[in-house]
């Protein structure tokens, strides 16, 4: 969503759906703690239900972030584990953090620790050629164990290497099982499906398996 859903694209969204929660552009830790918050973080009250998206992976800024965020109104602080660009890489966030599923508890637990709003991921079912569902199904029980109630799974794989992030939403295959078998091993949590939905029939039949879905 970098480069898209900023301030002036989430006003016309809403104005197409009174209900749908929409998100903002990735925000990383780095660029509000040492950058322009009224930039990076204004937006009009039309605009609610609306959701903070943080990039970063040091417990203690997210923790930061997710108050500045919460001051600020938003309703929902959510951390990107699903982002696979290189440049996102080598800040050690996006994609990459689904490898190292105890530090993203980490990170949930320091942000539910410091602000009374929803704290969400949103995800891969794996990253590169790891396609089993252990991997993912692993990833989901630990961060959930840390107090993350709300996980919006893209059906996709991430591959970090050789594929553009453009690539990296239409190249690997989208598994839309692993994400239902997600919310069948899981079913306290609520399971949002994301990847590769077009229409209002794909819409009710991914409805009738999960608990929602992000286009």
């Not at 923790?63 to 290189?86: F, H, K, V």
């Not at 599923?101 to 891969?124: E, S």
């Amino acid at each position: 969503m970098i480069d898209w859903t900023d301030k002036h694209c989430r006003y016309f969204h809403r104005l197409l759906t009174s209900g749908t929660r929409l998100y903002t552009e990735m925000v990383t830790t780095g660029a509000l703690l040492h950058g322009d918050e009224r930039r990076h973080l204004r937006h009009d009250q039309l605009e609610h239900p609306v959701a903070l998206q943080l990039g970063g992976s040091e417990p203690a800024d997210l923790a930061r972030c997710a108050q500045i965020g919460a001051r600020w109104g938003y309703d929902e602080i959510n951390l990107n584990c699903g982002c696979p660009s290189e440049r996102v890489q080598r800040g050690a966030f996006g994609a990459c953090l689904m490898a190292e599923p105890r530090l993203v508890a980490d990170g949930v637990k320091a942000m539910l620790d410091a602000v009374d709003v929803p704290v969400t991921v949103k995800h891969r079912i794996g990253i590169d050629r790891e396609e089993s569902y252990g991997f993912v199904r692993d990833f989901v029980g630990m961060v959930s164990d840390a107090g993350c109630r709300v996980f919006i799974v893209h059906a996709r794989n991430a591959w970090l290497k050789g594929l553009s992030p453009k690539e990296n939403r239409e190249i690997p295959p989208l598994r839309y099982e692993l994400v239902y078998q997600l919310k069948r091993d899981f079913p306290q949590l609520t399971i949002v499906l994301n990847g590769g939905v077009t229409s209002d029939e794909q819409i009710e039949q991914h409805l009738r398996q999960v608990d929602g879905v992000m286009l």
